[in-house]
């Protein structure tokens, strides 16, 4: 539900005015943006890039399809991903998603999200269930046995808000 929140919210202009987004500093910005390889986005520069994908989508009228990672915490233990295991499932994402999609912490230490950016009609599409059922084994493989068998993967499909819809809530064609 939160997730089905944030994505509208973000999205939707205020009124007389384009979204308001968070506003890393410059170097803040290339620092987070070139620092790829084993490294994932952290939630700021993720919701941001999130909101930005979410307008594109709007755009394109195209469906944004989300992926969301947890590791359920065994009882008595906090609901975070340890940082070993989150380097690992991030490695994981990276191996199992493509290039393009975009990763990084949805929640931090919790949600680790990613975006995938490939368009609704591309030549080889899976659907959320396979996509959910190939990255959840592939995880499983990478990671140690006693969080593995705690991930959970979820993909959430948004579908373009409307026109008409945007127009009321004060926002731009």
Known sequence: MACRLLLNDA????????????????????????????VAYDEETFLH???????????????????????????????????????????????????TDIMGWYEQPRV??????????????????LIEQRVTDGLRKKLPSSVARNVRVRITQHGPQRLEKRRAAGGRD
């Not at 005015?17 to 968070?22: A, D, K, L, R, V």
């Not at 009228?61 to 991030?90: C, D, H």
């Not at 680790?112 to 269930?129: I, S």
């Open 11 to 38: 999205a939707r202009p205020p009124r007389g005015g384009m979204p308001e987004m968070p506003k890393p500093s410059r170097q803040k910005s290339i620092r987070s943006l070139d620092a790829r390889p084993g």
């Open 49 to 99: 890039l999130l909101a930005i994908e979410r307008a594109r989508a709007d755009r394109s009228n195209q469906k944004l399809r989300l992926l969301l990672a947890t590791v359920e915490p065994a009882p008595g233990k906090p609901a975070a991903i340890p940082p070993s295991s989150a380097a690992k499932l991030f490695d994981g994402l990276r191996l199992l998603l493509r290039e």
């Open 112 to 129: 680790a999200g990613a975006v995938l950016t490939a368009p609704n009609d591309a030549p080889g599409f899976e659907t959320a269930g």
